[in-house]
């Protein structure tokens, strides 16, 4: 008897419908084809296990199982279920007639539980798209799927409650009224840290305005102990709320990863990752045998941070180029090539030197000119050039850190950096850019134009500091978003210079 039903698998971070096609005919054994890989292979053990506790039987005759298409590679364990409920039709003990209406997902332990899988909100997404009544999941992955509206969600624990379901005789229909706490109904904007913690640094709070504001990227040098890190980690307080569409692809990519958090619903907040720096290449970018997203993939829409960043391996660091300008990462292996979104703020931090006290007011550095020079190598000149800006952070003083002035709390910076972003969105109408960040060359001269004031300023700026064009693009950004800032449509002569004061790593003898 030959029955079909139907799942899927991820490819990057979207799903393809996969048809489960099961054959029984005279002969013994049990053949499992379409580019399987071993976790695939193994779930016929599973299935038995699973069927012989469950009360099924399974087939004593010739049974070939077909994954299509057979060009695509199918991995993981979310096959199991599609792959037992197909057998069970097959076999008289299951309807087939209900098999074509879902697409079905799910491991099964030993004992017929249904165990949670990654990347169920792209495959809902894709089962709405593709005509299909509903899907039939594991009960955790329930709020991951009743995202998608208009999409039957079918929640079971056990083999035994997708066959009741198939049969007509229960109802597993998910309701969404049993959400876990950290769900959908969660408001968005609640943050552990708050601006209004960090005492003195009005400089480096300014930049870190201006850096939410057109979404720009920014290097932190500063001796250790200068609040870099504090800073850092308080970035994602003062920017704007994500949208609907930004919250769906945040939540599709952390699924595809099997991150838990997505178990609890949309993801609502924007994401900061803080990768170790002895995180490896694939670690950051994502592939691997079973390919996954990578750091600057889960940190889209968001930040990502990088604490000590001269001590991530120069290989690690050059790769980031790409994603930085073309806000994508292609990973390329020799069974595979996965395009994942990459458009976040890179917020890197750094000593001056190897031992952390180079221009330090209050410390004397112990490193000769040639480490100190060496030190900063570490980072190329490209990579230095693809950050907008670069940000000295001095030491606070103990009377600043003791006194009792209130600090400005981050509601109040997002609030400036919302309205910025609202001229932003209203300037880039139409087009897929909605920050300054992302200008290329010919939205700058529609929407960058230069007083002559501003004009001899600029080119003193790089006559002096020797700026490369990608840097003078950056200056430019800069200051169409200090401007944002200070709601003028025109910019002028103090834009461009502060604009150019964040270029500290441009200028000749810095640090002496």
Same mark, same amino acid.
């Given at each position: 008897?030959?029955?079909?039903?139907? %799942?899927?698998?991820?490819?990057?971070?979207? *799903?393809?419908?996969?048809?489960?096609?099961?054959?029984? =005919?005279?002969?013994?054994?049990?053949?499992?084809?379409?580019?399987?890989?071993?976790?695939?292979?193994?779930?016929?053990?599973?299935?038995? =296990?699973?069927?012989?506790?469950?009360?099924?039987?399974?087939?004593?005759?010739?049974?070939?199982?077909?994954?299509?298409?057979?060009?695509?590679?199918?991995?993981?364990?979310?096959?199991?279920?599609?792959?037992?409920?197909?057998?069970?039709?097959?076999?008289?003990?299951?309807?087939?007639?209900?098999?074509?209406?879902?697409?079905?997902?799910?491991?099964?332990?030993?004992?017929? *539980?249904?165990?949670?899988?990654?990347?169920?909100?792209?495959?809902?997404?894709?089962?709405?798209?593709?005509?299909?009544?509903?899907?039939?999941?594991?009960?955790?992955?329930?709020?991951?799927?009743?995202?998608?509206?208009?999409?039957?969600?079918?929640?079971?624990?056990?083999?035994?409650?997708?066959?009741?379901?198939? =049969?007509?005789?229960?109802?597993?229909?998910?309701?969404?009224?049993?959400?876990?706490?950290?769900?959908?109904?969660? +408001?968005?904007?609640?943050?552990?840290?708050?601006?209004?913690?960090?005492?003195?640094?009005?400089?480096?709070?300014?930049?870190?305005?201006?850096?939410?504001?057109?979404?720009?990227?920014?290097?932190?040098?500063?001796?250790?102990?200068?609040?870099?890190?504090?800073?850092?980690?308080?970035?994602? $307080?003062?920017?704007?709320?994500?949208?609907?569409?930004?919250?769906?692809?945040?939540?599709?990519?952390?699924?595809?990863?099997?991150?838990?958090?997505?178990?609890?619903?949309?993801?609502?907040?924007?994401?900061?990752?803080?990768?170790?720096?002895?995180?490896?290449?694939?670690?950051?970018?994502?592939?691997?045998?079973?390919?996954?997203?990578?750091?600057?993939?889960?940190?889209?829409?968001?930040?990502?941070?990088?604490?000590?960043?001269?001590?991530?391996?120069?290989?690690?660091?050059?790769?980031?180029?790409?994603?930085?300008?073309?806000?994508?990462?292609?990973? =390329?292996?020799?069974?595979?090539?996965?395009?994942?979104?990459?458009?976040?703020?890179?917020?890197?931090?750094?000593?001056?030197?190897?031992?952390?006290?180079?221009?330090?007011?209050?410390?004397?550095?112990?490193?000769?000119?040639?480490?100190?020079?060496?030190?900063?190598?570490?980072? %190329?000149?490209?990579?230095?050039?693809?950050?907008?800006?670069?940000?000295?952070?001095?030491?606070? +003083?103990?009377?600043?850190?003791?006194?009792?002035?209130? /600090?400005?709390?981050?509601?109040?910076?997002?609030?400036?950096?919302?309205?910025?972003?609202?001229?932003?969105?209203?300037?880039?109408?139409?087009?897929?850019?909605?920050?300054?960040?992302?200008?290329?060359? *010919?939205?700058?001269?529609?929407?960058?134009?230069? %007083?002559?004031?501003?004009?001899?300023?600029?080119?003193?700026?790089? $006559?002096?500091?020797?700026?490369? /064009?990608?840097?003078?693009?950056?200056?430019?950004?800069?200051?169409?978003?200090?401007?944002?800032?200070?709601?003028?449509?025109?910019?002028?002569?103090?834009?461009?210079?502060?604009?150019?004061?964040?270029? %500290?790593?441009?200028?000749?003898?810095?640090?002496?």
């Amino acid at each position: 008897m030959y029955v079909k039903c139907y %799942s899927s698998a991820i490819n990057g971070i979207d *799903a393809v419908v996969i048809t489960v096609e099961v054959n029984i =005919s005279t002969g013994i054994g049990m053949y499992l084809v379409g580019l399987p890989d071993n976790a695939v292979r193994e779930s016929q053990e599973r299935i038995r =296990s699973a069927f012989a506790n469950s009360g099924y039987r399974m087939s004593g005759r010739r049974m070939v199982v077909n994954l299509a298409p057979a060009d695509i590679r199918k991995e993981g364990a979310g096959f199991d279920l599609p792959i037992a409920m197909a057998i069970l039709a097959a076999t008289g003990q299951l309807d087939p007639d209900k098999l074509s209406n879902y697409i079905i997902t799910g491991e099964l332990s030993l004992d017929g *539980a249904v165990k949670p899988v990654r990347g169920v909100l792209p495959i809902a997404i894709t089962a709405r798209a593709e005509g299909y009544k509903g899907v039939i999941v594991p009960y955790e992955n329930a709020p991951e799927a009743a995202m998608v509206d208009g999409l039957e969600v079918i929640a079971v624990k056990h083999i035994m409650e997708a066959c009741r379901f198939l =049969s007509g005789l229960e109802d597993h229909t998910y309701s969404g009224e049993d959400l876990p706490p950290g769900s959908l109904a969660d +408001p968005a904007g609640r943050f552990t840290e708050d601006f209004r913690d960090v005492r003195g640094q009005q400089q480096v709070k300014r930049a870190m305005e201006i850096a939410a504001a057109g979404g720009h990227n920014i290097l932190m040098i500063g001796s250790p102990g200068s609040g870099k890190t504090m800073i850092a980690r308080r970035l994602p $307080t003062i920017l704007t709320p994500m949208s609907q569409a930004e919250a769906l692809e945040t939540t599709k990519i952390h699924s595809v990863a099997g991150k838990p958090g997505v178990l609890r619903g949309l993801i609502r907040n924007r994401p900061f990752r803080s990768p170790h720096h002895m995180a490896s290449q694939i670690a950051l970018v994502g592939g691997g045998s079973n390919p996954h997203p990578g750091e600057i993939s889960l940190a889209h829409n968001g930040v990502l941070f990088l604490d000590e960043l001269p001590e991530f391996g120069r290989s690690a660091l050059e790769v980031l180029r790409q994603p930085l300008e073309d806000k994508q990462i292609t990973v =390329s292996r020799a069974k595979y090539t996965v395009t994942y979104p990459a458009n976040f703020m890179l917020v890197a931090a750094m000593n001056p030197c190897p031992c952390g006290f180079y221009n330090h007011p209050g410390k004397e550095c112990t490193c000769s000119p040639g480490s100190v020079a060496r030190y900063m190598a570490r980072i %190329s000149g490209p990579m230095l050039d693809r950050i907008d800006m670069h940000v000295e952070v001095a030491p606070v +003083p103990l009377e600043e850190i003791t006194s009792g002035a209130v /600090a400005e709390d981050s509601a109040s910076i997002r609030d400036r950096v919302a309205g910025a972003r609202q001229m932003q969105k209203e300037r880039f109408a139409g087009t897929p850019v909605h920050a300054n960040a992302m200008m290329n060359s *010919a939205m700058l001269r529609e929407f960058v134009t230069l %007083s002559p004031q501003c004009g001899s300023l600029l080119e003193r700026a790089i $006559t002096t500091l020797g700026l490369s /064009a990608r840097a003078y693009d950056r200056i430019l950004k800069l200051a169409r978003t200090i401007a944002d800032l200070d709601s003028n449509p025109e910019i002028e002569t103090r834009h461009i210079a502060e604009a150019v004061n964040y270029r %500290s790593l441009d200028r000749n003898g810095w640090g002496g």
